[in-house]
């Protein structure tokens, strides 16, 4: 079993930078690969980004590919995503996920935080 917490979230103006983390409890943390989605209102869930359980794979959207940066840190059961030039687009809610690999769909993971929102202003 493996709890979830997001945190960073927050008001940035377009073309800011914002830092998400996503805190694991539970010892098994460097077992899983881990993923970032978001959710906009009205919209489906997508997929933004994904680390291996080693970090030494990731994986982006295309829409985030060369903006956002995702990372880990297993001793501290952390997971990042660096977001730097934020458009309006990227407001949503961002969730993070575990699963036992790395994918671009929801499907793959089992574990799911509560979300953290981020506004990005025009």
């Known amino acids: 079993q493996v709890q979830l917490v997001e945190s960073g979230g927050g008001l940035v103006q377009a073309g800011g930078s914002l830092r998400l983390s996503c805190a694991a409890s539970?010892?098994?943390?460097?077992?899983?690969?881990m993923g970032w989605f978001r959710q906009a209102p009205g919209k489906e869930r997508e997929f933004v980004a994904a680390?291996?359980?080693?970090?030494?794979?990731?994986y982006y959207a295309d829409s985030v590919k060369g903006r956002f940066t995702i990372s880990r840190d297993n001793a501290k059961n952390t997971v990042y995503l660096q977001m730097n030039s934020l458009k309006p687009e990227d407001t949503a809610v961002y969730y993070c996920?575990?699963?036992?690999?790395?994918?671009?769909?929801?499907?793959?993971?089992?574990?799911w935080g509560q979300g953290t929102q981020v506004t990005v202003s025009s």
């Open positions: 680390i291996s359980w080693s970090g030494g794979s990731t």
């Open positions: 996920a575990a699963g036992n690999r790395a994918g671009d769909y929801d499907l793959v993971y089992d574990y």
């Open positions: 539970g010892h098994t943390f460097s077992s899983y690969a």
